[in-house]
């Protein structure tokens, strides 16, 4: 018989805890454990949990915090480039990038709760289970997580000065209820800002930039947005010197298109005319369509199946500057040669990033 598996041992210890003690009722619809024993309890439970994280995903775990590492250098960097007081992240890519172990611990709380109260039948099942929902999250939270470093090392190599953005106010639900819709709504010039705030998807009447930045490298304000959505309202400050696209065209030319690279980036000499990027009925012609990818093999069919993606981004959006696409493993010199006149791909690396390609475009770019 083989040796019991590390986490199977340490949840026989928190079954025996559970067995002994009358403070703790858990069955299929409830769950009650008395404040006496809720510590030691949660120390067992957590064991668990962590033997089966480092048993399943050592590897996986091993990536994640080195990437943690690197981030917190960056994030460390750009905060004292620019002063700032806080990099706003979603709340779980947050949690990941500072402390991957105990953001992916959370993954496994509803299984093992689940084996506790025997809505999951074996000790079999949950390990399958947890081999599932371990791999989900790593796949998501890395590439999220990945994403965002080259977010920010893109940030501190535009040689920041300054950072705005725009203060845009959420509208209440009854302002969205009572909204008309042939309201022409106003958007606040940009304001000097001590904070990053990236994609923290809101309700939003307008899109407009997650940030402004002075930067040294190009001379010029640059705007970047990292989740472009849909606005629903109509906005009246379109500026006259960018160039903008009718969305009702794009749709009669091109059908419905999901626009969701890594982020678009506008550049301009006026901080004004960065404050919008799209309402309901118009979106800004961006200078630079980023996209990081993860492709391994780009004669897989999923890579092809982007690489039709992504020249449709191309076709629609028609950036300025081109297409840049940043990819964590090799490029073949052939798929590099093959992509469209204005649209690059390249190789970014696993662990320090090469963004000479799209600095060097960036850098000979003046603005508007």
Not at 7 to 17: I, K, M, N
Request: proline share 5%; net charge negative.
């Amino acid at each position: 018989m083989g040796e019991t598996a590390a986490w199977a041992q340490a949840y026989e210890v928190l079954q025996d805890f559970v067995s002994s003690e009358p403070g703790i009722d858990i069955r299929e619809t409830s769950v009650s454990i008395d404040a006496e024993v809720r510590a030691r309890f949660y120390e067992l439970f957590d064991n668990v949990r962590a033997a089966f994280l480092t048993e399943h995903a050592g590897e996986e775990l091993q990536a994640a915090l080195r990437l943690s590492h690197y981030y917190e250098r960056l994030e460390e960097q750009v905060t004292k480039t620019l002063g700032l007081s806080d990099i706003v992240l979603s709340s779980d890519l947050n949690r990941y990038l500072h402390d991957p172990f105990k953001q992916i611990l959370r993954e496994l709380w509803d299984p093992l709760f689940e084996l506790l109260q025997g809505t999951l039948e074996s000790s079999e099942e949950f390990e399958a289970i947890g081999k599932d929902v371990l791999k989900e999250s790593f796949a998501l939270l890395y590439v999220r997580g990945y994403e965002k470093c080259v977010q920010i090392a893109l940030v501190q190599n535009l040689q920041p000065e300054q950072v705005y953005e725009v203060p845009l106010v959420t509208p209440t639900s009854k302002q969205f209820i009572k909204h008309r819709p042939d309201t022409v709504h106003s958007i606040p010039p940009p304001e000097p800002s001590d904070r990053l705030v990236f994609d923290v998807l809101r309700r939003a009447p307008a899109l407009i930039p997650d940030f402004i930045l002075w930067s040294g490298l190009t001379g010029s304000y640059v705007g970047m947005i990292t989740a472009v959505g849909k606005a629903i309202w109509k906005a009246g400050n379109h500026s006259s010197r960018r160039e903008w696209l009718d969305l009702a065209e794009l749709v009669g030319k091109f059908g419905l298109v999901e626009l969701n690279p890594s982020a678009l980036l506008y550049i301009d000499d006026h901080v004004e005319d960065l404050a919008l990027v799209a309402d309901s009925e118009r979106l800004c012609r961006p200078d630079v369509v980023l996209d990081v990818t993860h492709i391994r093999d780009w004669a897989d069919e999923s890579a092809v199946d982007y690489l039709r993606k992504l020249h449709l981004w191309h076709a629609v959006l028609r950036p300025n500057v081109g297409t840049f696409v940043l990819n964590s493993y090799p490029v073949p010199n052939e798929t590099a040669a093959a992509v469209a006149d204005g649209l690059h791909i390249s190789e970014l690396g696993l662990e320090s990033f090469h963004l000479g390609p799209l600095l060097a475009a960036l850098q000979t770019t003046s603005g508007s």
